[in-house]
Nanobody, 121 residues
Framework: QVQLVESGGGLVQAGGALRLSCAAS????????MGWYRQAPGKQRELVAS???????NYLDTVKGRFTISRDNAQNTISLQMYDLTPEDTAVYYC???????????????WGQGTQVTVSS
């Protein structure tokens, strides 16, 4: 059974920092690309940051320089360190595990339950 369990969300003032963590189980973690998505009320879910199986990273333009994604293949965890938070960062943040495959039927996507991040002005 695959589980992605997020932690670390909460309420913070603008300019503050939070660190989100995601613990994965039930997958061969090192073979998965991992990512953090977020969804604000009334908006589509968007990719915030991703870290591939080769540790390369990608970020949403609006979080570049403020957020850092990392992974620990020994602990099967990823983290998202967030600095200089703004009210526009308020959303539910979801952990995602994605396994790429040439044959689409072998691709896999798993999601955590989400953790709320609220930034007050």
């Amino acid at each position: 059974q695959v589980q992605l369990v997020e932690s670390g969300g909460g309420l913070v003032q603008a300019g503050g920092a939070l660190r989100l963590s995601c613990a994965a189980s039930g997958i061969t973690f090192r073979t998965y690309d991992m990512g953090w998505y977020r969804q604000a009320p009334g908006k589509q879910r968007e990719l915030v940051a991703s870290i591939m199986d080769d540790f390369s990273t990608n970020y949403l333009d609006t979080v570049k320089g403020r957020f850092t994604i990392s992974r620990d293949n020994a602990q099967n965890t990823i983290s998202l360190q967030m600095y200089d938070l703004t009210p526009e960062d308020t959303a539910v943040y979801y952990c995602n595990a994605h396994r790429r495959a040439l044959n689409l039927k072998y691709q896999r996507d798993f999601w955590g339950q989400g953790t709320q991040v609220t930034v007050s002005s």
